[in-house]
């Protein structure tokens, strides 16, 4: 005789449930009816071998009472069986447990947890389907000596991943089941076990990923998909349950532990499809393991990045794959760029898409010089160029040897400019270089410049340097990182690299102070998390715990949450702490300006708090304004051969904000000291790094001279 137990939370309809009687007594099954319902319509029902409706403790105490206050309809259900002697009773004798409804699911999903013997279902039919499969098999033998119940539930849910219905999978692995440490563990276990198919493996990893993600497991979420992952032998399938925690913890805003794990894995298929010939397949998955490797919450959104703690190591799987290899692959120049012209002006092309913030004074200087013909071209407002631009998994393809019709788009596109031009400089070094260097550029000089966060994303692994001449860092320190983390810049095809730094009209920063100004910080420019605030509001702080006359002026737009959970977290943070100084009147939000050199006036410290920059333009705006220079020592760079130290004096740099503090106290000391500091840092900034002195290294890189 087999022994069925329907488990309810609800009242079931007396006539289904009739019918479906008489078929389990004809299969030679007895059924018990335990849970929720209306005792008086179901007793009223023939057939059944028992029922039984569990009900609440008579009394609980408050422990108990607050943990019932916390469950959910189908945690409660399932507490009340546990807690019924009873229902125990008819649930310990039961070869058959079938579910009737949702909320009953749960239940039967931890009784599975616990016990071995009873098979697992939801639903009537899939009850009937089970007893008659046990008729035809006469009966199922449980061995002498089970093993404990995870092992069993592992055991179990192993044997049973070909067959388990679709909404019992998906309520067995949802947030209710795997919010304990048993579920979790029995599923984790069952996922990595040996000899289940791949794609059945995937299907039941995903499912479990999903509800551990959900009921807050995201670390045990991770762990479930390495374990799935290293017993997959499909790489795609590997790549793909890889992915899906990656993924998910990079929209979470923060940095996944297995991001190289994923990134490999990816690259492993992209090899695949390219030894395979499958090319438009391998473009997009390297594709997909690019925008995964240099996502900007690991590197733009948050204060630590892992390419900056190790530039080579972090990029080794792009440089270990054949696909990613034959991306950058050196193709070179059919002719080698030709000297500038004595005869006739320098056709020189100014290149950039959308942002052409650093360029003004470059264009203004040699628009006016008679030895030059400028030409400006914004690639963002021509549809055609803008189209290749964007076409990203197009241009991997083509470089791949796939999608001829990409380069034939780009040589129409960009031979017109490369013919005219004697020498075309890139600024940025993202889409526009990558496409530049799609084609030959036939004996027209390539210069691109490099600034800062474009070594932290995928375009210069999309930017063959064999066709770049020149390629310009705006500090020794940028060039350190990419040399050591892009491929290209090293060996006999590798451009010849120069720091000039950004082009900056500082004289007119120069203004009188009055002496209020000295009590007054500033930090310009707050718009992104690299900045990090924080670390100013530490230093602030500090100085008023000694004196309060110190106040911070926070210069710029703000930061947007709308770019990543990472802002977001760190904006909530930030927004935080300023409440209650700005309320006080010890910080002052300025906000965005036209006109920083007018801000700057009050401002007698300049602060740069930030965790990484190329150079610090607002630093130095402060510096040139008179204002004292106070510079943390960029953690990205901190320990390197360059850095803040070696840009900046070296004085001007600390490493701590207590450091930064005592700088400050020390400078602003009194009067004279300070105005003595800020003529030194003004004289300092106008003789290094304004557009008069900048613009002769401009004229030895364009003009060779």
């Not at 070909?162 to 919010?179: E, F, I, K, Q, V």
């Amino acid at each position: 005789m087999t022994d069925v137990v329907m488990i309810a939370s609800s009242t079931p309809r007396p006539a289904v449930i009739e019918t479906a009687l008489a078929k389990f007594r004809e299969l030679g099954a007895q059924v018990h009816l335990v849970g929720n319902f209306k005792a008086a319509e179901m007793e009223a029902v023939q057939g059944w071998a028992t029922t039984h409706k569990v009900s609440p403790p008579a009394s609980t105490g408050q422990h108990t009472q607050r943990k019932m206050d916390t469950m959910s309809a189908n945690e409660r259900l399932w507490f009340h069986l546990e807690q019924d002697r009873a229902a125990r009773a008819v649930l310990r004798k039961a070869d058959v447990v079938v579910a009737l409804d949702e909320r009953a699911v749960y239940s039967a999903w931890r009784l599975g947890q616990t016990r071995r013997t009873p098979e697992i279902l939801s639903g009537i039919a899939a009850g009937l389907r089970a007893v008659e499969r046990r008729r035809e098999q006469g009966g199922v033998v449980v061995p002498e000596h089970a093993p404990g119940p995870v092992a069993a539930a592992t055991d179990r849910l192993r044997r049973r991943l070909r067959g388990l219905p679709s909404d019992l999978l998906r309520n067995a692995t949802g947030p209710l089941a795997l919010r304990g440490r048993v579920g979790a563990r029995a599923w984790r276990a069952a996922v990595s076990a040996p000899g289940v198919p791949d794609t059945l493996r995937q299907a039941a990893a995903e499912q479990v990923i999903e509800g551990m993600w959900r009921s807050g497991r995201q670390s045990g979420a991770i762990v479930t998909a390495r374990a799935a992952a290293a017993k997959v032998s499909d790489p795609a399938i590997r790549a793909r349950l890889l992915n899906d925690v990656v993924s998910r913890t990079l929209r979470s805003g923060k940095t996944p532990d297995n991001l190289a794990e994923a990134v490999g894995a990816h690259l492993a298929v992209a090899d695949r499809h390219y030894a395979a010939g499958e090319l438009t397949e391998a473009s997009k998955v390297l594709l997909e393991a690019m925008k995964l490797a240099f996502h900007r919450v690991a590197h733009v959104d948050q204060v630590t990045s892992p390419l900056a703690a190790d530039p080579a190591g972090f990029t080794a799987p792009f440089r270990e794959s054949v696909a990613a290899r034959a991306v950058v692959e050196a193709r070179g120049r059919l002719s080698p760029a030709a000297e500038p012209p004595k005869d006739r002006p320098l056709r020189l092309l100014v290149a950039t898409s959308a942002n052409a913030n650093f360029l003004q004074l470059i264009r203004d200087h040699y628009e006016a010089n008679p030895d030059v013909e400028l030409r400006f071209l914004d690639m963002a407002e021509h549809p055609g160029l803008k189209r290749l631009n964007t076409a990203l998994q197009r241009n991997i393809g083509y470089r791949l040897g796939d999608d001829p019709l990409f380069g034939h788009s780009a040589e129409q596109q960009l031979r017109p400019y490369l013919d005219w031009a004697d020498t075309v400089f890139v600024d940025w070094c993202k889409d526009p270089a990558a496409l530049f260097t799609a084609v030959d550029p036939g004996d027209t000089r390539i210069i691109v410049r490099l600034h800062s966060f474009e070594a932290f994303s995928y375009w210069p692994r999309l930017t063959d340097f064999s066709r770049v001449d020149d390629l310009v860092f705006v500090a020794d320190h940028m060039r350190d990182l990419a040399v050591a983390s892009i491929p290209g810049l090293s060996g006999e095809h590798a451009p010849r690299t120069h720091v000039i730094d950004n082009g900056m009209n500082l004289s007119n920063f120069r203004r009188t102070k009055s002496p209020s100004a000295r009590f007054n910080l500033g930090l310009v420019g707050i718009g992104q998390v690299a900045k990090d605030p924080l670390w100013a509001l530490t230093v602030l702080k500090q100085l008023r715990e000694q004196d309060e006359r110190y106040r911070l002026f926070l210069i710029g737009g703000e930061m947007s949450s709308k770019l990543s959970n990472a802002v977001k977290a760190y904006t909530r943070k930030l927004e935080k702490a300023l409440k209650p100084l700005v309320e006080e009147g010890a910080v002052v939000r300025v906000g965005a300006t036209d006109d920083v050199a007018g801000a700057l006036e009050d401002i007698g410290v300049i602060l740069s708090s930030s965790v990484r920059e190329g150079c610090h333009v607002g630093l130095m705006e402060g510096a040139a304004s008179g204002a004292v220079p106070v510079v943390r020592d960029w953690p990205f760079f901190a320990g390197g051969e360059h850095g803040a130290g070696t840009l900046y004096p070296a004085e001007w740099v600390v490493e701590t904000p207590a450091e930064a503090a005592e700088r400050v106290r020390a400078l602003t000391a009194s009067e004279e000291s300070w105005r003595n500091a800020g003529k030194l840092a003004t004289e300092h900034a106008l003789t290094t790094w304004d557009w008069p002195v900048v613009r002769l290294d401009f004229d030895r890189l364009f003009f060779g001279r």
